[in-house]
């Protein structure tokens, strides 16, 4: 509402983190997350694969595939998000 900074809503909510270590130098790490107040639902699955080159490269895939019902749609589209993100990354001690 206009003037206020916070917003209540009731209902029920679960989380799941998990982290997996696939091998030597690969890891995933994954957050689910549900939530509903009974007339419209979220669901977003965060998904991290952590990937060691070597001493000092790696590199990181981000998948996160998201619901959200609430959200205004245009119409022809879904209520289905995606984004993902490539990351590579220099490491250097001091």
Do not use: C
Not at 7 to 35: A, D, P
Not at 40 to 55: A, D, F, V
């Amino acid at each position: 509402n206009e003037g206020h900074n916070a917003k209540w809503e009731r209902g029920s909510n679960i989380t799941v983190n998990y982290t997996w270590n696939l091998m030597k130098n690969v890891s995933w790490r994954s957050r689910f997350y549900y939530f509903t107040d009974y007339s419209k639902s979220q669901i977003e699955w965060e998904n991290t694969i952590n990937l060691s080159i070597n001493k000092y490269l790696s590199t990181k895939l981000f998948f996160y595939p998201r619901f959200d019902d609430a959200r205004q749609r245009k119409e022809g589209e879904s209520y289905f998000q995606f984004k993902e993100l490539l990351s590579l990354g220099l490491n250097m001690n001091f």
